[in-house]
């Protein structure tokens, strides 16, 4: 079964200092797809970086880094240079294919985040 | 305003009452989603539709129905509303049913009592 595992419910970070925000999956797909989302106090998901599992290169979007390691099955989200609007709850995400033909995120359990001065 | 619309923006229900909830997109997306966030559990999928016309379940599909009667809309009807769907809804869309990145609406907060 496809499952996305986050092991951290909670992680502070000074401002202006890296974080690496962990995720783990499961599939026994060869194609799929690893996401990132945050989600502010006010409640919406804000897309953030897209991993293809064919990519051979980490995807960069800005101060945001996915660190995709195939063999460990992880995709961890690096966020540099934090400031306090990062302060949120991020989730991890694959793209799952369904009987049916669509498809559909299975999300991970998140991890909040709070930047401190 | 480019985007996804979702409404009501919060609504309290009575057990028993039927509930329909609003989603409406303008980018021409043809693949549509409706989500529930839960704590401790993240987002899960109740249904989709890969285009107009079509619609599918998805995990937690038990007491849900939806349509999509054209491109722009996918309603999310609760037929008849229990206290265990008390969540926050996400309707959200993509390009098509196998594109990358899905969009999502503002979200709607459902308490049922």
């Known amino acids: 079964a496809q499952k996305i595992t986050q092991t951290q419910p909670g992680m502070f970070v000074q401002e202006k200092e890296a974080v690496t925000l962990d995720c783990t999956y499961d599939?026994?797909?060869?194609?799929?797809?690893l996401f990132w989302y945050k989600q502010p106090s006010s409640g919406e998901m804000i897309f953030l970086i897209y991993?293809?599992?064919?990519?051979?290169q980490n995807a960069t979007e800005g101060r945001y880094s996915l660190n995709f390691q195939k063999a460990r099955k992880s995709a961890n989200l690096v966020i540099s240079a934090s400031q306090l609007g990062d302060s949120a709850m991020y989730f991890c995400?694959?793209?799952?294919?369904?009987?049916?033909?669509?498809?559909?995120?299975?999300f991970g359990t998140g991890t909040q985040l709070k930047v401190e001065l | 305003i480019a985007g996804i619309t979702q409404a009501p923006t919060s609504q309290i229900l009575a057990a028993g009452r039927r509930m329909t909830l609003r989603c409406t997109q303008d980018?021409?997306?043809?693949?549509m989603y409706w989500y529930r966030q839960d704590l401790g559990l993240g987002l899960r999928l109740i249904h989709y539709?890969?285009?107009?016309?079509?619609?599918g379940k998805g995990e937690v599909p038990d007491g849900y129905s939806v349509s999509r009667a054209n491109t722009d809309d996918f309603p999310l009807t609760l037929a008849s509303a229990v206290p265990s769907q008390t969540s926050v809804y996400f309707c959200?869309?993509?390009?098509?049913?196998?594109?990358?990145?899905?969009?999502f609406g503002p979200g709607t907060r459902l308490t049922v009592l």
């Open positions: 959200a869309s993509s390009v098509q049913a196998g594109y990358n990145e899905q969009f």
């Open positions: 599939t026994s797909d060869q194609s799929y797809g």
């Open positions: 991993q293809g599992s064919y990519d051979e």
């Open positions: 995400a694959m793209r799952v294919l369904l009987t049916g033909g669509g498809n559909k995120l299975t």
């Open positions: 980018m021409r997306h043809n693949a």
């Open positions: 539709s890969n285009t107009a016309g079509t619609t």
